[in-house]
């Protein structure tokens, strides 16, 4: 069973328009912790936020910012006023414990395209 | 710099022809793992390794052979490749397997069997 869902394949936008990525993840762990990860056309993968599922206190760094809703089970991205640079597949990821470890459990990803 | 180092790149090669790929971190990390990226299915664990002389099986393991006789070092290993393993892999390293703990990645290897 997908344990985390980012429904929208692809997403286009125009430049300076706002954006959001949907995120609805499944567990049934109390202790977990949520990722996103951006993946630029150059292929690498780039960290960019961590929240644990005790804070569920929205973040913003600049223009993104992240909507963390335990009662829904989602962790929305959004980024505002975006720009060409942003364009590249993000990644929202799951961390949760397996056996005597942990797993870190990955979305399909989303690809967004912000055109000029 | 810190860094995951994968190499190579791109890989081209043909059926049965054994190859693999390498990886290397320089961040003293104790978790190192591969990843497999397939289209619309995200990335998915083949193996990790918790620390030197300790490996184990990921989600999708068949085909697949690692080691960690070194901490810095954690090679992926194809026997004899198949068509299925053509990829995009990722090679990822983190301080220790702890649930909060952020995923350095290589830059990828893009592996094709023909």
């Known amino acids: 069973a997908q344990k985390v869902t980012q429904a929208q394949t692809e997403i286009s936008v125009v430049e300076k328009e706002d954006v959001t990525l949907d995120c609805v993840y499944e567990?049934?762990?109390?202790?977990?912790?949520l990722f996103w990860y951006k993946q630029p056309p150059s292929g690498e993968l780039v960290f960019l936020i961590r929240r644990n599922s005790f804070d569920e206190q929205n973040e913003i760094s600049g223009r993104y910012s992240w909507n963390f809703q335990k009662s829904t089970s989602s962790f929305n991205f959004t980024i505002t006023a975006s720009q060409v640079v942003d364009s590249a597949v993000y990644f929202c990821a799951l961390s949760e414990r397996w056996d005597s470890n942990y797993q870190l459990i990955w979305g399909a990803g989303t690809k967004l395209i912000i055109k000029p | 710099e810190a860094q995951v180092t994968q190499n190579p790149r791109y890989l081209i090669t043909v059926t049965g022809k054994k190859l693999t790929v390498t990886c290397s971190q320089n961040m003293n990390h104790e978790y190192m793992s591969w990843y497999r990226q397939d289209p619309g299915l995200g990335l998915r664990q083949i193996y990790y390794?918790?620390?030197?002389?300790?490996?184990d099986k990921g989600d999708v393991p068949e085909g697949y052979k690692v080691s960690r006789k070194e901490k810095r070092n954690f090679p992926l290993i194809l026997e004899s490749p198949s068509p299925n393993q053509t990829s995009l892999y990722f090679c990822a390293s983190s301080l220790q397997a702890k649930m909060n703990t952020e995923a350095f990645f290589g830059q990828g290897t893009r592996l094709t069997v023909v």
């Open positions: 390794s918790m620390n030197v002389e300790v490996t």
């Open positions: 567990t049934r762990d109390t202790t977990y912790y």
